[in-house]
C-alpha cells in the first residue's frame, strides 16, 4: 500500500516500507536489494532547502532547534519533529539541509483503477 510506514530494522527510524534502502542509515532493507537487479525508480526532489547558521561571535553561545512540520492541504499538523538541537559557540557555523525525496511508483503489469471513476 502506497505510503504504508513501519521502522528500520537497522536504525529504528520510521521510513516508507517500500524503501530498499533505509534513507536515514542507508543501510538495505531486503536481502533482493542486494542479489536481484531491479529496475531503478526515478528520484524526485520537489523540495530542497540549504541554510548556514552562524554565530557572530560577540555575544554568548547560541542554542538552537532544528524543528520540522509536515502540513497536510488544510493546514492540519501531520507530524512536527526536533531533529536536532545544540549550541553554537561564537564563530562556529552549522549547515542545515532539507530535503523532500520522492520515488516514481513501480510499474505495474494491471492497470490502477481509477479513483475517480464512475460507478453504475
Request: glycine content about 8%.
Amino acid at each position: 500500500m502506497a505510503g504504508e510506514a513501519w521502522n528500520c530494522p537497522h536504525c529504528g527510524e520510521r521510513i516508507l516500507r517500500s524503501a530498499v534502502a533505509c534513507p536515514a542509515c542507508r543501510r538495505h532493507l531486503r536481502l533482493d536489494a542486494v542479489t536481484t537487479a531491479r529496475p531503478v525508480r526515478p528520484m524526485l526532489c520537489p523540495l530542497g532547502v540549504d541554510g548556514t547558521i552562524r554565530h557572530p561571535g560577540d555575544a554568548a553561545p547560541w542554542e538552537y532547534s532544528v524543528v520540522i512540520e509536515v502540513r497536510g492541504d488544510r493546514g492540519d499538523l501531520i507530524d512536527r519533529r526536533i531533529v536536532s538541537v545544540g549550541a553554537l559557540q561564537p564563530g562556529q557555523t552549522r549547515r542545515v539541509t532539507l530535503r523532500v525525496e520522492m520515488q516514481a511508483p513501480e510499474p505495474s503489469s494491471a492497470p490502477a483503477a481509477s479513483a475517480n471513476a464512475r460507478r453504475p
